[in-house]
């Protein structure tokens, strides 16, 4: 039996910060899309009721692939029936979206989140430096860069690696 109840999405509003309207969400789909990749969940609503969640890939719990995909392009044209979808009673699941084929974020029903534990932030390096912290950075033994965050008695606190300087810092203490 389908539970067509609303839930009551107070949680949510208090750990991640009110929703953005499907039209905002396209005006400023980048910067969301971008803040879902460095590890920043929005909430996106349709008609006050219906709520979606973009996500990053890391919320996304199983296997990727079989999943629907959609393009980012494609996503943001959508976008109004895409939290329709999420917002059903029956959830079909996630929604990958990808740019240049590659997984970057995901779209999935607000209802999702609720429930599940508050995740913890991630240091960002710009924190971990007014800590008084000292990142390091250097190129790792297979290619690529890693970066190293330190306490003032030489303590690792948190570590990262990408392909460039800017990956690995966004990457510190996942």
């Given at each position: ?36 990749r460095d590890g920043t969940t929005t909430l996106i609503t349709r008609e006050r009721w219906e709520w979606a969640a973009l996500v990053p890939l890391s919320q996304v719990s199983g296997v990727l692939s079989g999943l629907p995909v ?105």
């Open positions: 039996m389908i539970d067509m109840e609303r839930p009551s999405f107070d949680e949510l509003e208090a750990r991640y910060g009110p929703p953005v309207g499907v039209e905002d969400a396209r005006a400023r789909w980048g910067s969301l899309v971008r803040a879902a959609l393009s980012l392009s494609t996503a943001r044209a959508k976008l109004g029936d895409l939290v329709r979808q999420a917002a059903q009673p029956y959830d079909e699941g996630p929604v990958l979206l990808t740019r240049h084929r590659s997984p970057v974020a995901a779209l999935i029903s607000a209802r999702r989140l609720l429930g599940r534990p508050a995740t913890r932030r991630r240091p960002a390096a710009e924190e971990l430096l007014a800590e008084g912290r000292t990142i390091t950075l250097a190129g790792g033994p297979l290619g690529g860069i890693t970066a190293i965050a330190r306490d003032r008695d030489g303590e690792v606190v948190a570590t990262g690696s990408g392909d460039t300087a800017a990956e690995a810092l966004r990457s510190l203490g996942e």
